[in-house]
C-alpha cells in the first residue's frame, strides 16, 4: 500500500466536521472539544504497527519503532486558536500520519530507523498567551514557575486545567526525555501569509523562523489646553510617536524579509481638547538574520530620540518580549527543497514570520527544516482559511519525498 493523500483530506474534513462549529475551529488546548479531537486521532491509530503514548507535557507520541534507534521525528498541532481555521496545525498532524502509514506498509512494519509522529500540545497558547508550551517542555527551555500562575479569562489557573487533562506541570521535565535518538525534525505547515500566492507557488522551503523584538515605547510631552497653547511652543508626544510610526517603514524596507508593526497608540489624557501629554506605542521588528534585527532596532531607538527632541519630548524604552532568529538546518533545507521541485516543478525559499513549534526542536540541536503550502488569500487564525485541494495533496507527497530522503540522510550521516 502507498502513499493516498486524497486521505489526508478526507480525515481533514472529518476532523472539521467533529470540532467546528459555525464560526471555524474550537480546538483550544485543554478543552473537552480538543480532547475530543485528540481521542478521534487514536482512533485512526488503530491497526497500524505503532507504540502511542502522552508525555509528562501532554505531548502526543505515536512511535514506529525501525530497525535503527536514530529517529526522524515528524511534527504537528490538533491545537486551534478559537474560531480557527481547518487546516493550520491538524495538516501537519494527518500528513504526517499518512506518511507513518506509508513507511510501516512499504518496510511491513520495520523501516530502517525509527519514526515518530509528534503532535504537541498547546501550540497556539490560546488560552493562558503561552505559545509553543509543550515544544518547549520538549526542548527544556520551558520555565514552569513563570507558567503555572497563568490564568484564562475565566481565572482558571493554567495549572489546574492541565490537571485536568492529566498533565502535572511539575512533572514538564521528564518530556525532554522524548528527545532521546531524534536525529530530525520536519513539519509541514501551511504558510499563513500570502507570499505563495502572490508567486503562483503550491509549495515553500523555509529558511527558519525569523527573531523577535518587542518593545514598548513611551513619549513624553506636556498636557495642555489645545486652544490656548501655540502651535510653535507644543510638546506634542503623540506627534514625536506618529513619526516614528512611518518612519518604521524606511527602516524595515532597507531589507528584504525584515518586517516592522507599531500595533498599538495610547494617548494621555486622550480628549479631544488636550494636546497629547503621554503617547504609549508598541514595536515588533522581525528578521530572520540577527545582524538586520540588530540594526533595525538600533535605528528605531536613534529614529525615537530624534522624533522625540524634534517634538520637545523624551522617550523611554522597554522590552516587552524578544527571541533570536532560528535558523533551520542547511543540509535539510536542501532536502526539502528538492522534495518541492520534484512535486511541483519549481522551488522557493522564504523565511517564517510566525513562530513554530519546529522553532523550539531546533533550539534543542535537533537538525530542523518546515515546508510551507500556499495559503489561499494568505488568511489564517481565522474560519476562512483555505487551501486548495490539489494543494493539499502535494503537500502530503512532498511531506512524503522529504521523509524518505531525511531518512537516507539520517542513515548516511550515522
Ligand atoms: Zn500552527
Known amino acids: 500500500m502507498s502513499l493516498i493523500p486524497q486521505r489526508t483530506v478526507t480525515e481533514l474534513k472529518e476532523l472539521r466536521e467533529l470540532t467546528s462549529d459555525e464560526n471555524g475551529a474550537q480546538r483550544v488546548a485543554w478543552t473537552d472539544v480538543w480532547q475530543k479531537a485528540r481521542k478521534w486521532f487514536a482512533t485512526k491509530l488503530v491497526g497500524l504497527p505503532i507504540e502511542h503514548h502522552y508525555d509528562a507535557a501532554g505531548n502526543n507520541w505515536v512511535t514506529l519503532r525501525g530497525t535503527s534507534e536514530k529517529t526522524l521525528l515528524i511534527g504537528g498541532h490538533l491545537d486551534s486558536v478559537p474560531n480557527g481555521g481547518w487546516l493550520d496545525g491538524s495538516l501537519n498532524v494527518l500528513a504526517g500520519l499518512e506518511v507513518l502509514r506509508r513507511f510501516a506498509a512499504e518496510f511491513k512494519?520495520?523501516?530502517?530507523?525509527?519514526?515518530?509522529?509528534?503532535?504537541?500540545?498547546?501550540?497556539?497558547?490560546?488560552?493562558?498567551?503561552?505559545?509553543?508550551?509543550?515544544?518547549?517542555?520538549f526542548a527544556g527551555t520551558h520555565s514552569i514557575a513563570a507558567d503555572r500562575v497563568r490564568t484564562d479569562k475565566d481565572g482558571v489557573t493554567m495549572e489546574d486545567a492541565l490537571k485536568r487533562c492529566g498533565v502535572h506541570m511539575d512533572r514538564f521535565p521528564e518530556a525532554e526525555k522524548e528527545r532521546a535518538n531524534a536525529a530530525a525534525y520536519i513539519e509541514l505547515h501551511i504558510e499563513q501569509g500570502p507570499v505563495l500566492e502572490k508567486l503562483g507557488l503550491p509549495l515553500g522551503v523555509v529558511l527558519g523562523t525569523k527573531g523577535v523584538e518587542r518593545h514598548a515605547i513611551t513619549f513624553h510631552g506636556q498636557e495642555a489646553h489645545s486652544g490656548a497653547t501655540p502651535m510653535k511652543q507644543r510638546k506634542d508626544a503623540l506627534a514625536a510617536a506618529a513619526k516614528l510610526a512611518l518612519d518604521i517603514r524606511n527602516i524595515a524596507g532597507k531589507h528584504p524579509d525584515a518586517v516592522c508593526t507599531v500595533g498599538s497608540l495610547k494617548t494621555f489624557?486622550?480628549?479631544?481638547?488636550a494636546v497629547v501629554g503621554r503617547c504609549e506605542a508598541t514595536l515588533d521588528q522581525r528578521d530572520l538574520d540577527a545582524r538586520v534585527l540588530a540594526q533595525m532596532y538600533r535605528e528605531a531607538q536613534e529614529a525615537s530620540k530624534r522624533f522625540a527632541s524634534e517634538e520637545?519630548?523624551?522617550?523611554?524604552?522597554?522590552?516587552?518580549?524578544?527571541?533570536?532568529?532560528?535558523?533551520?538546518?542547511?543540509?535539510?533545507i536542501e532536502l526539502c527543497e528538492q522534495s518541492v521541485r520534484e512535486l511541483s516543478g519549481n522551488s522557493h525559499r522564504l523565511p517564517s514570520g510566525p513562530l513554530h513549534d519546529a522553532a523550539e526542536v531546533s533550539r534543542a540541536g535537533i537538525p530542523t527544516v518546515m515546508m510551507f503550502v500556499q495559503s489561499l488569500r494568505g488568511i489564517s487564525h481565522n474560519k476562512i482559511e483555505d487551501t486548495r485541494e490539489e494543494h493539499l495533496e502535494m503537500s502530503v507527497a512532498a511531506l512524503d519525498r522529504l521523509a524518505s530522503k531525511t531518512v537516507d540522510w539520517i542513515l548516511k550521516a550515522n
Open 269 to 273: 489624557p486622550g480628549i479631544v481638547t
Open 109 to 137: 512494519g520495520k523501516p530502517p530507523v525509527t519514526i515518530r509522529l509528534v503532535d504537541w500540545a498547546d501550540e497556539e497558547g490560546a488560552r493562558f498567551g503561552r505559545s509553543l508550551l509543550g515544544s518547549s517542555a
Open 312 to 332: 520637545n519630548c523624551t522617550v523611554e524604552w522597554s522590552r516587552i518580549w524578544s527571541i533570536e532568529p532560528i535558523p533551520f538546518h542547511p543540509q535539510l
